[in-house]
């Protein structure tokens, strides 16, 4: 904590490698999360549709529960442990703390929305796809605003921000030996 507190991680280039390196691999993850999005279906409400209730005339399967549960079960670990790091990084942004609190609170509620809406599309009605488009434009647009985020405290943020304490911030003073 204290490396971004007291400015160091702007002169610390090890640890803005980290940082950057980081934020590399959720790129790639981004980039290659919207072609397998774009692969499957696309952002007509239709296309989920005929992606999980399967379609005759293209001779598609409906997606299967147990498929479905086998997705579910590596995404909910793998987005929870992405967004858990990611947003983790926010708490190090001099941003007030509603701003972090909103930068932290919509892509896990992004990610959710993305995965729920399949099987509610699925499993409960049609409707719902509209939810699934939303949940996947909402979630790789969160992703991208946390990392540009990212990248921008990393370089040219301000600890200076740092010493504006919210009245919602921690004051712990323990925080520092962390």
């Known amino acids: 904590m204290r490396f971004v507190v007291s400015g160091e991680m702007t002169r610390n280039r090890l640890l803005q490698v980290i940082v950057v390196l980081f934020i590399v691999y959720v790129a790639l993850l981004w980039m290659t999360n919207?072609?397998?999005?774009?692969?499957?279906?696309?952002?007509?409400?239709?296309?989920?549709?005929?992606?999980?209730?399967?379609?005759?005339?293209?001779?598609?399967?409906?997606?299967?529960?147990?498929?479905?549960v086998e997705v579910a079960h590596f995404h909910t670990f793998a987005m929870g442990m992405l967004l858990m790091t990611l947003t983790h990084l926010m708490l190090f942004v001099p941003l007030s703390w509603n701003?972090?609190?909103?930068?932290?609170?919509?892509?896990?509620?992004?990610?959710?929305?993305?995965?729920g809406a399949g099987w509610l599309v699925r499993f409960v009605w049609p409707g719902f796809a509209i939810v699934k488009v939303a949940g996947?434009?909402?979630?790789?647009?969160?992703?991208?605003?946390?990392?540009?985020?990212?990248?921008?405290?990393?370089?040219?943020?301000?600890?200076?921000?740092?010493?504006?304490?919210?009245?919602h911030e921690d004051d712990d003073e323990d925080e520092d030996d962390l």
């Not at 499957?40 to 293209?58: A, C, I, T």
């Not at 896990?108 to 929305?113: K, Q, S």
């Not at 434009?137 to 504006?164: I, K, N, P, Q, R």
């Open 136 to 167: 996947f434009l909402l979630l790789e647009t969160s992703l991208a605003v946390l990392m540009v985020t990212c990248l921008w405290a990393c370089f040219g943020g301000s600890s200076a921000a740092y010493a504006d304490h919210d009245d």
């Open 99 to 115: 701003t972090k609190a909103v930068f932290v609170i919509v892509p896990f509620f992004a990610a959710l929305l993305d995965e």
């Open 34 to 68: 919207a072609v397998l999005y774009f692969q499957k279906m696309g952002l007509s409400p239709s296309s989920v549709v005929e992606y999980y209730l399967g379609s005759e005339e293209r001779f598609l399967q409906p997606r299967s529960f147990q498929g479905m």
